[in-house]
Every structure is written in structure tokens, then in C-alpha cells.
């Protein structure tokens, strides 16, 4: 995998791998698996379809791959449905928040835009969570560049890698992607410090409410 972490954050990874699990993580983990697998199962003529359909409208590749942290430091390829342009990630790559927003929605191509909009292109992390690089719920992936940035601004960043990144999280159902990167830490160290198979379902609850735009966020 091309893109490496600081050497520098060696440190900081090792405490976040010594941090101990909590009695809940079994059960999360079996919860994980079982919603992934069954979502996929379900889905899978409606998946199938849509990777048709990408590579009849734009070519190829159909998925998307990037690099991103996952916990205690371990780097894992990310898969999405494209929905950007060839190339784009290239281009879009040394930008965050609002300017990565903008260029972002430049870039997004027909079908991608409307895979984004009903959150179809997110579906094929579920296999990044079969896999054990991701959970359901958790922090959102951060690139390994950025999250050395995120390290060096905000110390206490490194903290997030003592869970499975999510597909989804506590600080998505409640904040928009331009908020500060600090206070959406305060949201993802919430639901690492009292997650709970409650509080998951209650994130599971408060997503599917998002995405249908009927939005309440997460209590």
C-alpha cells in the first residue's frame, strides 16, 4: 500500500493497540457481521446492477480503493462504488473540509451523483467490515496523510484508533462535513467511551433516519 504512516506516531499507535477491549466488543463485532452479511445478501441483484451500470456509463475501475488507518494504526483498502471521475482522487487529494467538498461535488460523475445521494455507493464498505478492517458503527477512516496532520493538530486524535473505523458514526449522524475536525473527535470519543449494543442501534436508528431525510440526529 502505497501511502505509510508517520514514523512518528509509532508511539501513539502502540498505546492505542495496548488499550484493553471492553466486554461489549465481542458482541459488537457479532452484530457487525451479521448486518454486513445479511445487507450484502439482500442487496446483492441491486449491487450487481449498479456495477453494471458504472462501467457501461464511465468504465472502469467500478469500485473505488484508497488507503485509510484502521485501528491500532493498521492501514486497510476502503472500497466504494466510483462516483468521481478517472482519477479524481489524485486531483482532490490534498484538500479537506469545505474545499474538499466543493471540488468534490466537480468531480462526481451522472450515476455517481445519484449513488451518492442514496448512500448506494457506501454499501460496498459492509466487506471492509466482514473482512475486520471496519466496524458498522465507529469513527469514519481518515487517510493516513491527513490523520498525521489531524495527529500533530489535535494530540488527542490518536485516541479513535482503539476502535474499528465505521461505516457510519456517531459524529455523521449529528454534524455536517464541515464541521471542525476537533468537535467531531469530541462526537467519536463519546461513542468509543460508552459504546453500547444500545447506543449502536440508537447510531444504526438515527442514520437510516438521515439517509431517508427524515433526520433526527443521534440522541
Given at each position: 500500500m502505497?501511502?505509510?504512516?508517520?514514523?512518528g506516531?509509532?508511539d501513539?499507535?502502540a498505546?492505542?493497540?495496548?488499550?484493553e477491549s471492553?466486554?461489549?466488543?465481542?458482541v459488537?463485532?457479532?452484530?457487525?457481521?451479521?448486518?454486513?452479511?445479511?445487507i450484502?445478501?439482500?442487496?446483492a441483484?441491486?449491487l450487481?446492477?449498479?456495477?453494471?451500470?458504472?462501467?457501461?456509463t464511465?468504465?472502469?475501475?467500478?469500485l473505488?480503493?484508497?488507503?485509510?488507518v484502521g485501528?491500532?494504526?493498521?492501514?486497510?483498502?476502503m472500497?466504494k462504488?466510483?462516483t468521481?471521475?478517472?482519477?479524481?482522487?489524485?486531483?482532490?487529494g490534498p484538500?479537506?473540509g469545505e474545499e474538499l467538498s466543493?471540488r468534490?461535488?466537480?468531480?462526481?460523475?451522472?450515476?455517481?451523483r445519484?449513488?451518492?445521494?442514496?448512500?448506494?455507493d457506501?454499501v460496498?464498505q459492509?466487506?471492509?467490515v466482514?473482512r475486520?478492517?471496519?466496524?458498522?458503527v465507529?469513527?469514519r477512516p481518515i487517510r493516513?496523510?491527513?490523520?498525521?496532520?489531524?495527529?500533530e493538530e489535535?494530540p488527542?486524535?490518536w485516541?479513535?484508533?482503539v476502535?474499528r473505523?465505521?461505516v457510519?458514526?456517531?459524529?455523521q449522524?449529528?454534524?455536517?462535513?464541515?464541521?471542525?475536525?476537533?468537535d467531531?473527535l469530541?462526537?467519536d470519543m463519546?461513542y468509543?467511551?460508552?459504546?453500547s449494543?444500545?447506543?449502536?442501534f440508537a447510531?444504526?436508528?438515527?442514520?437510516v433516519?438521515k439517509?431517508a431525510?427524515?433526520?433526527?440526529a443521534?440522541?
Open positions: 502505497s501511502e505509510q504512516l508517520d514514523a506516531l509509532e501513539l499507535i498505546l492505542a493497540a495496548d488499550d471492553r466486554p461489549v466488543d465481542p459488537l463485532r457479532a452484530l457487525d457481521v451479521l448486518i454486513s452479511a445479511s450484502l445478501l439482500v442487496l441483484p441491486l450487481a446492477l449498479t456495477a453494471t451500470a458504472i462501467f457501461l464511465s468504465g472502469r475501475p467500478v473505488y480503493h484508497g488507503a485509510r485501528r491500532a494504526g493498521a492501514l486497510f483498502k472500497y462504488f466510483r468521481l471521475k478517472p482519477d479524481a482522487e489524485d486531483r482532490l484538500y479537506l466543493r468534490t461535488e466537480e468531480e462526481v460523475t451522472l450515476i455517481g445519484v449513488l451518492r445521494k442514496v448512500h448506494l457506501e460496498p459492509l466487506w471492509n466482514l475486520g478492517d471496519m466496524a458498522v465507529g469513527p493516513p496523510a491527513f490523520f498525521t496532520e489531524l495527529c489535535i488527542q486524535y485516541q479513535r484508533l476502535v473505523p465505521g457510519t458514526g456517531f459524529a449522524t449529528r454534524m455536517t462535513r464541515e464541521e471542525s475536525w476537533a467531531k469530541a462526537h463519546e468509543i467511551a460508552d459504546r449494543a444500545g447506543l449502536y447510531v444504526l436508528a438515527a442514520t433516519a439517509v431525510g427524515r433526520g433526527p443521534a440522541p
